[in-house]
Structures are given as structure tokens and as C-alpha cells.
């Protein structure tokens, strides 16, 4: 038999943390972890796997032999098995071969706290450890300002495999190549934040990322973890924070995996009605057992703690959230008190966002949520779930449907614009055109705009010159800012190609330009969760198809109007505020864009006439299709 030599990372308070879901760290004692015993480099060992009668390491360092390396049981009752074996080092390949006492099962797992995996499809864990030096000190101090819910959000969202490829390679660009063409790309284009579909290792490319196997490993497929660092810190370096997603809801049934582990349901729920997502053939974790929630919490804690992640944004909480979830009626059973909540899920998550915010303020979760469940980004104090931001879905479901519509239709379906603003400042909202807009026969933004070329992108152009203005933060799918026509695949490039015709130039333009002017006038970031942020103009002109609006900061205001049918609109009057000059600021129609070029004087009179209840008023012209934006000049 090979040699184990005793040793531990728990101490008896690690061990009660643990027992009751209260050890957030969990990574610092479970897994592999390179140190020396006695002046002997080796590898310490740990897992957890109350089930087992025996747990063997097994790898390249003993033929993957069982039994050489067989782990000691902790004498606690707490599961843990664990043991040092010498001159095992960084690179080694492992699982852990586990006796159950379940009927005699015998699983063959890696391991869950693996901070490094094997390349898909091959599913060994990885010994490994990185002394990576950080360089993003000034990030890191004033980030706080940059994730601050009154500060601009504009977010990248991008799936690494198929955002650029090495065409003569037909291949992903690797994690240092990212960190020098995405990042120069995100910089020019002026988004503030990256979010970045699932990085944990996954076994199946065209899950996305969401069927998530090595939790606390960013995938092998584009580099070492170390090179994942360099990106995070290269982008800090550039003053970009970035988000990841992060998917506690169900985790797939490789046999690799989570599932099963011991022989028992053991991160899962034993319950197929509480513990199997009919949709996603995948299994859900089981919220209830304190050391699952342990492992969760300590999962999102590391992303923060050693990648210096600056928010995650939680996937799929709806189905989370609910019991009956995607299930007929006969499929669930309701909560103790009757109702379709999943109360467990509901404190799990209450539990994740105050440890997230006690050990991190300056960073944000977000959650993908897409019912009317309240309080969603309300403190848990107050009794909310304690999320930073919620996707704003209703919005995005309207404003799509919206404008699918021919504009000579559009003035029957002007609530469909306006319906938003009747509940925007229930939560903190971000607007979001992601990934799932642009899949599975739904077209690209860009293709669900009607009519010819010409009004397709004017179309593209006033719908993001409305969502910029619109209050919340904002989420673009990478390919959105240069006008994608192809619905997004993730096997292929996006179409770079596209950016030698002037249409797509300027789309890609008028994106840069709303990013900058977002975060240049507070106007429009300062209160943009507070009904004191918007006020309307005019919602009511449903025969023109025109909208305008004020975003209020706590100094100055900024006017937009929006036209919605490719009708200019001459000397068309609005009501506003004070008196002074009006100075536009912006039109989507402008040349630069590839517009038509109608604009406005430098400065227009405000005079003394009441107009939509206000005391003064001016004359503007509004472009077709176009959205114009305005400051008051005194």
C-alpha cells in the first residue's frame, strides 16, 4: 500500500462551520493542496463523502491503482476523509475512488474542489497551485465606486468560445489572448463591466457552460487558471470590472460529477420532484443540507476571494425560487405552509447574498430572474433576497415584441413601450438583450427589426438609443453593437467580417457613443433605481408613435425623444422644464451613424408657452425612426 500520512486542514470550528452551513471557505480545506509534512513536499487531500466505507486517490503517480493511496476517515462524524501523500505534485492527475456503503456502489468522482481540470472530454482533476501576482491594486481600491448601484453599468456579455477565433486554427482565442484583444475591444467600446457566460469547467460545449462539473476550476478549454488571472487582471488594469455566471441552480449527471457522489444523493435533493429539472435533464442541489450550502456559498466566495471577480450574476433564480417550477400539477408538492415556494432555496439565497456583501461590499449579484417574485434586489433585512441588481425580462419581452411590429402599427402597441416605466422602480434593474434573445429560431436583434435595410438599422438604432436612456443598467450580447444579422452560434465566430460596411460601422459607433455618453452625464446612471430619476414628458401620442422623457440626476437633466415610424417629425412641440436654450447632445440619426443626417439648430429657444402641462416649451425636429437627446442650456 502506498504511503498516506495523517494530516488535517479542520480544526474542530472548521468542522461545526461546516456541519452548519456556515464555513464560506470551504476551498481553503477541501480538495488537493500542495504543502510539506515533515520536510516532505507532497499533496494534502480532502473530500467529503459521509456514504463511503473507503476512498481511494487514484492517478498518474500510482497507476490509477485503488487502494495504494486509501484516505483516513476524520473520527467526527462529519464525512471528511482525508490524508497527505508524498511528492505528489502540481500537475499530477486524480480522482477519487469512492466504496459506498449504499448497496456496495462504487463511484469513480473528481474532485470537487479541483481549482484545475483535465480538457474536455477527458475528466481527471488536476493537482495544481499558481503564485500568480496581482496587478490591479488601484481596481481594487476604488472599485467600490465603479460597482456602485448609482454609478453607469454597462455590461459586455460575451461567450468565450465563440466571441473571436484563430480562423487558420479553427480554434476559441486562449485566455492571454483574450486578455489583450477583448479587453482593447471592451476599453474602445466604453463598456464599464464583462460579463462572461459560465468559466467553470464543463464537459458539454453545447450546454454553454451551465452544466458546471468542476465548480471551482475555470475551464481548461482556453488555458491554466493562472491565464484566466491575467485576464481578470488586465481588465482591472483597464479600469473594466467583470462579471461571471454562476449556476447554483442544477448541475448535470456525468459520472464524473456531483451527482451520486458517494453512492447517495449527497449534493443533490433525494426528492426526483425537488431534486431533478425536468427541462435541463439535470440534477438540483439539495438547498436544505447545511453542508451543501456550505459548499455553494464557499464556491461564490472563492470566485471573489481568489479571481477578484466583481460580481456574479446568479442563473435561472426563478427555478430556484419556486417548487412547481417548469412541473404539472401531480409533479410538486407545496412548502409547509402550502404555498409553491422553495423556502430552502429562498434562505440559501438570502444566506448567499449577506455573506457576499459582509465579505465584499464593493461587488454585485445579480439575479436572473424572471417572475414577479418581490423584493428580488431588496436587502434580506427588509425581507428581500438581498440581490445588488434583477434582470428586467418583462421589459425586454415587451420592447421586442414592440418592435417586431411594422411602424404603421406601432401606434396600437404604445403601452408595450410605456408598461415598464409603471414598475421600474420595484427593484434595481438591469436591462438585458442577452445570449438567450439571439438562440433557438429567435433571430438576431437586428432580425427581428422590420422592413427594408435602411429602417432595420434605423430601427436597431432607436431601440438602443431608448434602452441607454431608459432607466437601470444595461446588458448587451457581444455581436448586439455591430449589428449581427445571424442568429448567435456557439461554435462559430461572431461576424467581424460585417464591420467593413458602413451600416454596421455605425452601429458599432452609436453603441461606443451611448456608452460614453452614459457615463458622462450622471443624469442618467445617478438615480437610475429611483423614481425621482424619470419623469414623462409625453407617453400619450400614440398617433405619432413618439415618446419623450426626462432623466433627472440630482444637478441637471437630460430630454430624450423618441420616433418610432420612419416619419420625420418637424416642429413638433414638447413641454419642458425651465427656460434656457436647447443643446442636442445626441441623434441616432446623425451622419456618424449612417443615418439620414436630419438634426437640430446648435440651440433652440425654450419660450414661455405652456405645452404637456409644463409652463415652457420648444420646437425640435425629430429624425424618423431616431431618438434625440437634449440638455437645457441657462
Known amino acids: 500500500m502506498g504511503t498516506i500520512i495523517p494530516y488535517s486542514f479542520f480544526s474542530e470550528f472548521d468542522i461545526n462551520l461546516f456541519k452548519i452551513g456556515k464555513h464560506y471557505h470551504l476551498y481553503k480545506k477541501f480538495g488537493s493542496h500542495i504543502i510539506t509534512v515533515n520536510g516532505v513536499k507532497g499533496t494534502y487531500f480532502a473530500v467529503w463523502a459521509p456514504s463511503a466505507k473507503s476512498?481511494?486517490?487514484?492517478?498518474?503517480?500510482?497507476?490509477?491503482?485503488?487502494?495504494?493511496?486509501?484516505?483516513?476517515?476524520?473520527?467526527?462524524?462529519?464525512?471528511?476523509?482525508?490524508?497527505?501523500?508524498p511528492n505528489v505534485k502540481k500537475g499530477n492527475l486524480y480522482k477519487y475512488k469512492i466504496h459506498s456503503n449504499h448497496n456496495d456502489v462504487i463511484t469513480e468522482k473528481a474532485d470537487p474542489y479541483a481549482r484545475r481540470c483535465e480538457h474536455p472530454p477527458k475528466t481527471a482533476s488536476v493537482v495544481w497551485d499558481d503564485e500568480y501576482q496581482w496587478e490591479d491594486i488601484k481596481w481594487m481600491k476604488k472599485r467600490k465606486k465603479h460597482n456602485a448601484l448609482n454609478a453607469p453599468y454597462s455590461v459586455y456579455e460575451v461567450h468565450l468560445g465563440s466571441w473571436k477565433k484563430k480562423a487558420e486554427e479553427n480554434?476559441?482565442?486562449?485566455?492571454?489572448?483574450?486578455?489583450?484583444?477583448?479587453?482593447?475591444?471592451?476599453?474602445?467600446?466604453?463598456?464599464t463591466h464583462v460579463e462572461l457566460m459560465p468559466v467553470m469547467e464543463h464537459p458539454y460545449d453545447p450546454s454553454w457552460g451551465y452544466q458546471i462539473t468542476g465548480y471551482f476550476a475555470p475551464t481548461s478549454r482556453f488555458g491554466y487558471p493562472e491565464e484566466f488571472k491575467l485576464l481578470v487582471d488586465k481588465l482591472h488594469q483597464n479600469?473594466?470590472?467583470?462579471?461571471?455566471?454562476?449556476?447554483?441552480?442544477?448541475?448535470?449527471?456525468?459520472?464524473?460529477?456531483?451527482?451520486?457522489?458517494?453512492?447517495?444523493?449527497?449534493?443533490?435533493?433525494?426528492?426526483?420532484?425537488?431534486?431533478?429539472?425536468?427541462?435541463?435533464?439535470?440534477?438540483?442541489?439539495?438547498?436544505?443540507?447545511?453542508?451543501?450550502?456550505?459548499?455553494?456559498?464557499s464556491n461564490a466566495i472563492f470566485w471573489l476571494d481568489q479571481y477578484?471577480?466583481?460580481?456574479?450574476?446568479?442563473?435561472?433564480?426563478?427555478?430556484?425560487?419556486?417548487?412547481?417550477?417548469?412541473?404539472?400539477?401531480?409533479?410538486?408538492?407545496?412548502?409547509?405552509?402550502?404555498?409553491r415556494e422553495n423556502l430552502?432555496?429562498?434562505t440559501f439565497m438570502k444566506e448567499l447574498n449577506e455573506e457576499v456583501y459582509r465579505s465584499f461590499p464593493d461587488v454585485q449579484t445579480i439575479a436572473e430572474e424572471s417572475t414577479s417574485f418581490p423584493m428580488v434586489s431588496k436587502p434580506s433585512y427588509l425581507g428581500g433576497l438581498g440581490f445588488g441588481m434583477k434582470w428586467m425580462m418583462g421589459w425586454m419581452h415587451d420592447t421586442l415584441l414592440y418592435f417586431r411590429k411594422e411602424p404603421v402599427y406601432r401606434k396600437h402597441h404604445q403601452n408595450d413601450l410605456t408598461f415598464s416605466m409603471t414598475y421600474a422602480f420595484t427593484e434595481n434593474f438591469m436591462l438585458p438583450f442577452s445570449h438567450d434573445e439571439v438562440v433557438h429560431g429567435k433571430s438576431s436583434i437586428f432580425g427581428r427589426m422590420p422592413g427594408d435595410e435602411w429602417q432595420q438599422f434605423a430601427n436597431l438604432r432607436v431601440l438602443y438609443s431608448y434602452m441607454f436612456t431608459h432607466p437601470g443598467t444595461k446588458l448587451l450580447f457581444m455581436g448586439a453593437e455591430i449589428g449581427q444579422r445571424e442568429e448567435w452560434n456557439f461554435q462559430e465566430s461572431l461576424d467581424w467580417y460585417i464591420l467593413q460596411y458602413d451600416y454596421h460601422i455605425g452601429i458599432k459607433e452609436l453603441i461606443k457613443d451611448l456608452n460614453i455618453l452614459y457615463r458622462n452625464y450622471p443624469a442618467l446612471y445617478q438615480e437610475q433605481f429611483e423614481q425621482s430619476g424619470f419623469e414623462w414628458i409625453s407617453y400619450d401620442d400614440h398617433e405619432n408613435s413618439v415618446i419623450a422623457y426626462l432623466r433627472k440626476g440630482k444637478q441637471n437633466s437630460l430630454i430624450i425623444v423618441c420616433n418610432f415610424t420612419p416619419i420625420p417629425r418637424t416642429n413638433y412641440r414638447i413641454g419642458l422644464p425651465n427656460n434656457g436654450k436647447l443643446i442636442q447632445l445626441f441623434n441616432s440619426d446623425a451622419k456618424k451613424y449612417n443615418g439620414g443626417g436630419i438634426s437640430n439648430p446648435k440651440e433652440i429657444n425654450i419660450i414661455d408657452e405652456h405645452w404637456h402641462s409644463r409652463e415652457y416649451s420648444a420646437e425640435i425636429s425629430i429624425p424618423p425612426l431616431a431618438s434625440v437627446i437634449f440638455k437645457i442650456k441657462d
Open 171 to 191: 480554434r476559441a482565442l486562449s485566455y492571454t489572448e483574450l486578455a489583450d484583444e477583448l479587453v482593447s475591444y471592451v476599453k474602445e467600446m466604453q463598456f
Open 239 to 297: 479600469d473594466i470590472g467583470i462579471i461571471l455566471d454562476w449556476v447554483p441552480s442544477h448541475f448535470p449527471e456525468d459520472a464524473h460529477g456531483l451527482g451520486f457522489f458517494d453512492g447517495t444523493c449527497l449534493y443533490e435533493h433525494p426528492d426526483k420532484q425537488k431534486g431533478y429539472h425536468p427541462d435541463w435533464k439535470s440534477l438540483i442541489f439539495n438547498y436544505g443540507r447545511n453542508e451543501v450550502k456550505s459548499f455553494l456559498i
Open 344 to 346: 430552502e432555496a429562498i
Open 308 to 339: 477578484h471577480i466583481d460580481g456574479l450574476r446568479v442563473d435561472a433564480v426563478a427555478s430556484m425560487l419556486f417548487l412547481d417550477y417548469s412541473r404539472e400539477e401531480g409533479e410538486w408538492e407545496p412548502n409547509i405552509y402550502g404555498g
Open 55 to 85: 476512498v481511494s486517490v487514484i492517478g498518474d503517480f500510482n497507476y490509477w491503482t485503488e487502494g495504494e493511496h486509501q484516505l483516513n476517515v476524520r473520527w467526527d462524524s462529519s464525512g471528511i476523509w482525508e490524508g497527505f501523500i
